[in-house]
């Protein structure tokens, strides 16, 4: 009898180490299998122009539209790949996203209204700093800049 609570704690042991994984190596997996770094870059690319370009009063209606159309698909590409296996990256990466995202769709109906292009720009502003500090998490995640 003793032998056989043995064989199963021993069983139970073996068996708890299997397909574990360290929040190091499935983040590391989670930003090579989503392509982060190139979406964090495309992403902070394209948000700086977005910015310059909301602040040109001379940017016409059609032309801002494409910019803020290219930005959002830019947005919604990188919010495909959430969540991540770290529940702060995920929530850190999820409100930049959703700032980020709302910052395009502002920016897409702010036309040639000053106040509008603002209130765009401040969205997309505070969308990129989110963005940074959930870069900044998934480094200590992974042990190594993405």
């Not at 969205?123 to 959930?134: I, N, P, R, V």
Request: aromatic share 4%.
């Amino acid at each position: 009898m003793i032998k056989r609570i043995a064989v199963l704690l021993l069983c139970g042991v073996v068996l708890s180490g299997c397909g574990t994984i360290t929040l190091n190596a499935a983040m590391s997996n989670w930003v090579k299998q989503s392509n982060f770094p190139s979406a964090l870059q495309t992403l902070v690319h394209d948000g700086k122009n977005t910015l310059k370009d909301l602040g040109n009063p001379a940017l016409g209606v059609n032309d801002l539209h494409t910019v803020c159309g290219v930005f959002l698909t830019d947005v919604e590409s990188a919010n495909a790949s959430l969540p991540t296996p770290d529940s702060q990256s995920t929530n850190l990466l999820s409100s930049a996203y959703t700032n980020l995202g709302g910052a395009a769709n502002q920016c897409y109906k702010a036309g040639t209204d000053p106040q509008l292009r603002a209130a765009a720009a401040a969205l997309l502003t505070k969308g990129l700093a989110t963005l940074s500090a959930g870069s900044i998490r998934i480094t200590v995640a992974t042990g190594k800049l993405p």
